[in-house]
C-alpha cells in the first residue's frame, strides 16, 4: 500500500461518488478533497498494518532459524554422543583384557598394549578368542578365581617400554591415558602420567638423531 498513488477525485471515474456528496452546502471540489483526505487516512492505516505485519513475520521467521538452529545443534550433540560412545565401546573392545586387568589392579602394564601394533593384537583376539571360556587364577587374598581366558594372559609379541620406537610411544600415550580415565583412576595420577609422559615427549633427547640419546630418554621412563 506505500506504493499507491492517491487518484485524482475529479475525474470522471469518480464523479459519481463526488456527485452523492454535494449539496447545498458542498461543492464537488469540496467532495473531491474530502475523498482525497479518506483515501489518504485509509492508506496510511493499511501502511501502518502491513509494517507490522512484516514486522511479525521476521520475528516469526527469526523464531523458526532459532529454532531450527537449536534443534541443529542439538541433533548434532546427540550424533557426536552416539559417536563418542561408539568409539569408546570400540576403544574398549580394543584393549586388551589382559593389560585392562593389570590396569585395574593399579600393576605396571606395558605401553606396548596402546600401541597401534598392539590394539590389532587385542583385535584380532578379540575376534578370534573363544572369551566365554575361564580359567583360574589366584586372588590377591590367596584364593582361586576363575577369570575370563582373554584376561589372564599376556600378548605374545610384547615390546619392553624402553624398546618402543618413538612413533609408538606417541601412539600410545593418549590410548592409555583414555584407558586410565575409562577405568575411573583417580585423576589426579592420571594428570601426573599424562605430564610425566608429556615432558619425555618435549625433551631434547625426544627428536635427537642420536639413537642412544632416543633410547636414553626411552629408557629413563
Not at 639413537?211 to 626411552?218: N, R, T, W, Y
Request: glycine content about 2%; hydrophobic content about 40%.
Amino acid at each position: 500500500p506505500s506504493f499507491l498513488v492517491c487518484p485524482d477525485f475529479m475525474t470522471e471515474r469518480y464523479r459519481v461518488s463526488c456527485t452523492s456528496m454535494v449539496n447545498a452546502n458542498v461543492t464537488e471540489a469540496q467532495a473531491a478533497e474530502t475523498l482525497r483526505n479518506i483515501w489518504i487516512t485509509t492508506n496510511e492505516d493499511l501502511c501502518l498494518q502491513w509494517h507490522q505485519q512484516v514486522v511479525e513475520d521476521e520475528h516469526l521467521n527469526a523464531e523458526r532459524r532459532r529454532l531450527a538452529e537449536e534443534e541443529a545443534e542439538w541433533q548434532k550433540a546427540v550424533l557426536e554422543l552416539e559417536e563418542a560412545t561408539m568409539r569408546a565401546d570400540e576403544r574398549k573392545k580394543n584393549f586388551s583384557k589382559f593389560a585392562l586387568r593389570k590396569l585395574d589392579k593399579g600393576h605396571y602394564v606395558e605401553l606396548y598394549y596402546w600401541t597401534n601394533h598392539g590394539l590389532k593384537d587385542a583385535m584380532i583376539n578379540y575376534c578370534t578368542r573363544d572369551d566365554n571360556s575361564m580359567v583360574p587364577t589366584k586372588g590377591e587374598d590367596g584364593s582361586t578365581v576363575w577369570i575370563n581366558a582373554a584376561s589372564s594372559k599376556p600378548a605374545s609379541r610384547v615390546i619392553p617400554d624402553r624398546n618402543l620406537a618413538p612413533a609408538d610411544f606417541s601412539q600410545a600415550v593418549p590410548h592409555i591415558v583414555a584407558a586410565l580415565e575409562d577405568r575411573d583412576w583417580a585423576q589426579q595420577r592420571v594428570l601426573m602420567l599424562a605430564q610425566f609422559w608429556g615432558a619425555i615427549m618435549v625433551h631434547r633427547y625426544w627428536n635427537s638423531r642420536d639413537m642412544l640419546a632416543q633410547k636414553a630418554i626411552l629408557l629413563f621412563q
